[in-house]
Nanobody, 123 residues
Framework: QVQPVESGGGLVQTGGSLRLSCAASGRSSYTMAWFRQASGKEREFVAGIRWNAITYHADSVKGRFTISRDNAKNTVYLQMNSLKTEDTAVYYC???????????????????WGQGTQVTVSS
């Protein structure tokens, strides 16, 4: 069973940076993604990286956030720069084990979820 484990959340001021990490057991060829859920809002897609390294970023974070992976460590990262107060949320790592072209933006496409890590951006 794959259990993603997130780390790297915290409190940062507007304009600052954070890097989130997600380590998943097993092979390095999963499709993995970051979602976030702000208080009182639905969970939304942030960024994803397919098994073949193709990346996707939500429009709201393009140019500020970058998803990447280290296959040797089975770890995916989310580098977050120029953070805004509206980025405040719990960030979740998700893993899809099938090797296919499932809709990467959909939470329903993922088999395993991490426990979440809080990111708070203060003004």
């Amino acid at each position: 069973q794959v259990q993603p484990v997130e780390s790297g959340g915290g409190l940062v001021q507007t304009g600052g940076s954070l890097r989130l990490s997600c380590a998943a057991s097993g092979r390095s060829s999963y499709t993995m993604a970051w979602f976030r859920q702000a208080s009182g809002k639905e969970r939304e897609f942030v960024a994803g990286i397919r098994w073949n390294a193709i990346t996707y970023h939500a429009d709201s974070v393009k140019g500020r956030f970058t998803i990447s992976r280290d296959n040797a460590k089975n770890t995916v990262y989310l580098q977050m720069n120029s953070l805004k107060t509206e980025d405040t949320a719990v960030y979740y790592c998700a893993v899809r084990t099938a090797i296919d072209y499932s809709p990467i933006y959909s939470a329903r496409a993922y088999d395993y979820w991490g426990q979440g890590t809080q990111v708070t951006v203060s003004s």
